[in-house]
Nanobody, 119 residues
Framework: QVQLVESGGGLVQSGGSLRLSCAAS????????MGWYRQAPGEQRESVAA???????NYADSVKGRFAISRDGAKNTVYLQITSLKPEDTAVYYC?????????????WGQGTQVTVSS
């Protein structure tokens, strides 16, 4: 089991910046990927960014160049630095962690943090 605690959302103006944080605890030694998803009202949850324990990073095309994911292994924390925010970035952002136990992958989710971008 992995527990996740998110922080850092809020209301910002278009063009502004935010940094989201997600601290993991529990079976952290089994984590293989840490990442962020978002879900806008009426939309499906989508992957935004992910980082593996070896440091490989992937971004959704819609956020490339504006979002940066990073990981502090010592603190078991993943960050999402969001810049040049647009109104269409408004969503609930969820931290996601994937673990592997006996070749089975498990997903864990944070509670979600609201990001609202005003135009």
């Amino acid at each position: 089991q992995v527990q996740l605690v998110e922080s850092g959302g809020g209301l910002v103006q278009s063009g502004g910046s935010l940094r989201l944080s997600c601290a993991a605890s529990g079976s952290i030694n089994r984590i293989v990927v840490m990442g962020w998803y978002r879900q806008a009202p009426g939309e499906q949850r989508e992957s935004v960014a992910a980082i593996t324990t070896s440091g490989s990073i992937n971004y959704a095309d819609s956020v490339k160049g504006r979002f940066a994911i990073s990981r502090d292994g010592a603190k078991n924390t993943v960050y999402l630095q969001i810049t040049s925010l647009k109104p269409e970035d408004t969503a609930v952002y969820y931290c996601n962690v994937k673990t592997v136990v006996r070749d089975v992958m498990y997903n864990y989710w944070g509670q979600g943090t609201q990001v609202t971008v005003s135009s």
